[in-house]
C-alpha cells in the first residue's frame, strides 16, 4: 500500500503532543497544498511552486491576511521537514538527503533542477510582513487594582513602577546587562525631584517621573 505522506505527517504532529487546533489547522493546509497541486504530486513542490501558491493563496477571496498567509508557510514548512528527515532517516524515498522546498530561514540548495527555482536569498522571502500593533493604554481603574493587589509594600512598588514609568522587569547580570526594574540602584532614586533613572538595554538611560508610592526605595538595590 502506498504511504499517505498527510497522514503519516498529522500522526507525526500527534505524536509530538502537538494541540488539535494546530494539527487540524496544519492538516487543513497541507491538503489545501496538494488540491491545488493536482494532478501533480507533493514530490512535485519547488521553491518555484511553492512561491506561486503562497502567491495565488494570498490573492484569494479579496486577499488574505498577513498572519494567515505565513501559518499556511510554516504548515508547509514543517511538512517538508517531516519528509525530508524521514526519507532521510530511511536512505531511501524521495526527499532524502534534500532540502526544504519552503524557504524558511537560511536559503542553501534548492530541491529541483537548477535554474528552475527562485533566486537564493539569506531570508524568508514569502514571509508576509504582518502589521505592529501599538499596545493599548490600561484603564486607569484596572491599573489602580492591579497597583493595589499584591500583600506586600515592595511589590506593590514594583507593579506601580513598571505601570507609571513604562520599565521592563528586566535584568540584574554582567551577561545580560542590568536593566529594568530588577537593574536599580538606591542613586536611581531621586526622592526630592521624584524621578527615577530608567536604565534600558545597550546602556541608555531616561529620567522617568517617579511614583511615589510608599516602599518605593525597598525595591531598589
Not at 16 to 42: A, Q
Not at 109 to 122: C, E, I, S, T, V
Amino acid at each position: 500500500m502506498p504511504v499517505d505522506d498527510v497522514a503519516e505527517f498529522v500522526e507525526h504532529l500527534v505524536l509530538l503532543g502537538r494541540s488539535n487546533y494546530t494539527i487540524w489547522n496544519y492538516r487543513l493546509g497541507v491538503e489545501h497544498f496538494r488540491r491545488w497541486l493536482d494532478p501533480r504530486s507533493l514530490n512535485a513542490a519547488t521553491r518555484t511552486v511553492v512561491g506561486e501558491y503562497i502567491h495565488d493563496f494570498a490573492e484569494r477571496g479579496g486577499g488574505r491576511a498577513p498572519r494567515t498567509v505565513n501559518h499556511r508557510l510554516a504548515a508547509l514548512a514543517a511538512l517538508y521537514g517531516f519528509l525530508i528527515e524521514r526519507d532521510s532517516r530511511r536512505a531511501s524515498g524521495s526527499w532524502a538527503g534534500c532540502e526544504n522546498p519552503v524557504p524558511n530561514g537560511v536559503a542553501g540548495p534548492a530541491h529541483g533542477m537548477p535554474g528552475r527555482d527562485l533566486p537564493q536569498r539569506g531570508r524568508l522571502e514569502l514571509h508576509h510582513r504582518e502589521p505592529r500593533l501599538l499596545p493599548r493604554d490600561l484603564d486607569p481603574a484596572t491599573a489602580e487594582r492591579l497597583a493595589v493587589a499584591p500583600s506586600s509594600a515592595r511589590d506593590r512598588a514594583i507593579v506601580t513602577l513598571l505601570l507609571r514609568t513604562g520599565q521592563r522587569i528586566g535584568d540584574w547580570s554582567d551577561e545580560h546587562g542590568r536593566h529594568g526594574v530588577l537593574g536599580m540602584r538606591l542613586t536611581d532614586v531621586d526622592r526630592r525631584r521624584r524621578t527615577i533613572t530608567v536604565r534600558l538595554k545597550g546602556g541608555r538611560s531616561r529620567r522617568a517621573p517617579g511614583p511615589g508610592y510608599p516602599g518605593l526605595v525597598a525595591t531598589a538595590r
